[in-house]
């Protein structure tokens, strides 16, 4: 496997490697400058919807670094050890099924403060939050754990010291990895879709009947359905896998630049929208996010 992948030319890695580092520190100084707001403004950490945001900034900020990092070590170093791969794409893929879970969460916590009003505060305080994003957390490791478990079961005890091009694909490839990723995904998918389309009907519904603030509602609407679009680009990761290896099929010689075209839209383009959902549309954060950016 190893041998059949191509070297790309000095200036198409220097482009490529310039334009990645480049996205992920405008992406993430954006991101960093909303953790920052939110670490010194008490009236956030007192709100679930607050501290979930902020959480799901964080868990992106991590995985667009680690993606970053990757994918500049693999142009330099070019192939990991297995067991350094493995650690790697176990931290990425259970920071992946976070940004799935805390959207599904998100909504919900939303479909709560527009439709259960009187049982918001009570339903979702601060400690049951932080429970909330250690349970993410739980359910998110189970399936990366599972990808080694497998790999070492079907394994030779020496694998693990070769070395390998750190992609998912070239390093999870067993039938029973196939078998475990399709269960895992339709589970995980299925859930969270299912949420962001009850929880926006439920919303609009609301909306609709004016049974609370009809602004409130609407916002909460919109934002529910911004999660959807996330949720739609976060899609990419599962959808690209299946594309790139017929293209890669179709186009060999290409493998490289087919690689990192997936890797821009389905690490980096996700990572885009966040900032839009309650940073530039939630007037608290919008009002102190002016201050730092415009050093005043």
């Not at 041998?3 to 520190?25: C, E, M, V, W, Y």
């Not at 519904?205 to 609370?212: F, G, I, M, T």
Request: net charge positive; charged share 15%; aromatic share 12%.
């Amino acid at each position: 496997m190893n041998s059949t992948i191509p070297r790309d030319p000095f200036n198409d890695a220097f482009i490529k490697n310039f334009i990645s580092i480049a996205l992920g520190l405008i992406i993430n100084y954006i991101n960093g400058t909303f953790v920052l707001v939110f670490l010194k403004n008490d009236i956030f950490h007192r709100e679930p919807r607050y501290i979930l945001y902020i959480h799901l900034v964080i868990n992106d900020m991590i995985m667009l670094s680690v993606s970053v990092g990757l994918q500049v070590a693999t142009y330099t170093v070019r192939f990991f050890n297995v067991s350094v791969c493995c650690f790697v794409l176990f931290f990425a893929n259970t920071v992946g099924k976070n940004t799935l879970l805390n959207l599904a969460c998100m909504s919900i916590e939303r479909y709560i403060a527009i439709c259960k009003p009187l049982h918001h505060s009570q339903l979702c305080t601060v400690r049951r939050t932080y429970i909330l994003i250690c349970f993410i957390w739980t359910m998110s490791t189970a399936p990366s754990l599972s990808d080694i478990f497998i790999m070492a079961s079907v394994r030779p005890v020496s694998f693990f010291s070769t070395t390998i091009y750190c992609v998912k694909l070239y390093i999870y490839n067993t039938w029973q990895h196939e078998v475990k990723d399709i269960v895992v995904n339709v589970v995980y998918l299925s859930f969270v879709w299912i949420t962001l389309i009850v929880t926006y009907i439920k919303v609009l519904l609301a909306a609709n009947a004016a049974v609370s603030d009809e602004t409130s509602a609407k916002k909460s609407r919109n934002t529910i359905l911004l999660h959807g679009i996330q949720l739609l680009l976060c899609m990419l990761t599962y959808v690209m896998p299946l594309l790139i290896t017929k293209l890669v099929e179709l186009y060999p010689q290409s493998q490289t630049t087919i690689l990192y075209i997936q890797f821009l839209l389905a690490n980096i383009l996700p990572r885009l929208l966040i900032p839009l959902i309650y940073g530039v549309r939630d007037k608290q954060f919008s009002q102190r996010i002016r201050l730092y950016f415009c050093c005043k």
